[in-house]
Every structure is written in structure tokens, then in C-alpha cells.
């Protein structure tokens, strides 16, 4: 099947410290990818959709200068948290979407980002 | 707006018991619907999708799921659970048109197997 790598899994780093999380589809070109937030114990919150080169769709309420999305290649999406914080402290997971054959999302191992 | 719901936050099953996975959703059109395995340290893995045609749907590892439009609903089943099923199940419903590929998920439901 398709494969999602993250990159890193785990990062801790600083209050004021901006982070960037890789996001790359292994064996497939991907136009879009997804950019998900989960808390613990609570459902998966999309974020934000990334465009191969163009401009990031951002859910509502989802602070674009804060997650900084770029999506550069067809491979490759970053989400870069800015100025981070302890309430950003979250697990992210993206996704790449698939067209032929299968149409279908393929997510990432997720990474944990805490903020100290 | 779409929505998913998952009522149970947490079912306990002995291994070799049968399964259902409950998954409700609200959606204005012909929906696209997903059920996802998340198992600790790994990626959601999709288990089955319906988009149209045959209302009973078979995935991997021996899961199937019936759409049932009357109802809103696309439980999840599996005849004999094992011990290895132990993990989170999300249903999801997509968007078609311009927000295709966009998922909402349900809440999640956390499966513990028994011996």
C-alpha cells in the first residue's frame, strides 16, 4: 500500500520556538494533503488543506500565521508551528490524497509535539 | 455542515465474540464514508469505504459495513474478534465536489479485546 512517512515523530521543544514537521508521500505524487489535530481522547481535527503550489486552506478558526503550511512538491508538505506554545502541544497527523487508482487518504504515523 | 457520530467511547469484547462499531453521520448529499484502525505509534489504516453501489461493504482483516441511508448510518461488524483487533476505530464521512478528499471524523470508539 501507499506510505505516509512524518518526520520527526517526537519533538519538544521551547515556549516561543517555532517547530517544522515534515510530511512526505513515499511512493505516490500527491496534489493534496491534509493537515490533522488530535487532542487526547478527542476525534481528529482537520486543520488545514495543502495545495501543491498554491496557498493552504485553512478550517475555520485555525490560525494561518501560526501553523505556517507549504507545500512544495508533489511529495512534500511542512507545517510549521510559530512562536509555539504549551497550549499547541498536540499529536499531528497529515495525510496525502491519492487519486488513481484508489482515491483514497493515506495518513502519516502522526507526530508529538510538546511544548515546554 | 457535515458530522459524525460515534455514541460509544468505549466498548470491551471477549476475543472470539462478534463486533459492532457504531457510527451515525449527517451529511446533505450521497455521502463518502470511512472506517479507520488507529493502533498505538501508527498511522490511521483505512478498513473499508462505501461511495456508492452495494450498501454492504467488506474490508481488511475481516470487517465489513453496512450503509444504511434510512437511518444515517454505517456500523461497523466483525463476526470474531481478536485479540489483535484491540484499538481505536474511527468512522469518517468525506465531501465530494471542490472539498473532495476532506475528511470529519467521529469521536473515535476504543476497543479492548478480553482473553
Known amino acids: 500500500g501507499a506510505v505516509v512517512s512524518q518526520h520527526p515523530s517526537r519533538v519538544i521543544c521551547k515556549s516561543g520556538t517555532s517547530v517544522k514537521i515534515e510530511c512526505r508521500s513515499l511512493?505516490?505524487?500527491?496534489?493534496?494533503m491534509f493537515w490533522y489535530r488530535q487532542f487526547p481522547k478527542k476525534s481528529l481535527m482537520l486543520m488545514a488543506t495543502?495545495?501543491?503550489?498554491?496557498?493552504?486552506?485553512?478550517e475555520q478558526g485555525v490560525e494561518k500565521d501560526k501553523f505556517l503550511i507549504n507545500h512544495a512538491s508533489l511529495t512534500l508538505s511542512t507545517l510549521t508551528v510559530t512562536s509555539a506554545h504549551p497550549e499547541d502541544s498536540s499529536f499531528y497527523i497529515c495525510?496525502?490524497?491519492?487519486?488513481?487508482?484508489?482515491?483514497?487518504?493515506?495518513f502519516g504515523p502522526g507526530t508529538r509535539l510538546t511544548v515546554t | 455542515a457535515q458530522s459524525v457520530t460515534q455514541p460509544d467511547i468505549h466498548i470491551t469484547v471477549s476475543e472470539g465474540a462478534s463486533l459492532e462499531l457504531r457510527c451515525n453521520y449527517s451529511?446533505?448529499?450521497?455521502?463518502?464514508l470511512f472506517w479507520y484502525v488507529q493502533s498505538p505509534g501508527q498511522g490511521l489504516q483505512l478498513l473499508l469505504k462505501?461511495?456508492?453501489?452495494?450498501?454492504l461493504v467488506q474490508g481488511i482483516k475481516g470487517f465489513e459495513a453496512e450503509f444504511k441511508r434510512s437511518q444515517s448510518s454505517f456500523n461497523l461488524r466483525k463476526p470474531s474478534v481478536h485479540w489483535s483487533d484491540a484499538a481505536e476505530y474511527f468512522c469518517?464521512?468525506?465531501?465530494?465536489?471542490?472539498?473532495?478528499?476532506?475528511?470529519?471524523f467521529g469521536q473515535g470508539t476504543i476497543l479492548t479485546v478480553h482473553p
Open positions: 451529511y446533505g448529499a450521497t455521502p463518502y
Open positions: 511512493d505516490f505524487q500527491a496534489t493534496t
Open positions: 495543502s495545495n501543491e503550489g498554491s496557498k493552504a486552506t485553512y
Open positions: 462505501y461511495f456508492s453501489g452495494d450498501t
Open positions: 469518517a464521512v468525506g465531501a465530494g465536489g471542490t472539498s473532495y478528499g476532506k475528511l470529519t
Open positions: 495525510s496525502a490524497h491519492r487519486d488513481r487508482p484508489t482515491y483514497e487518504q493515506y
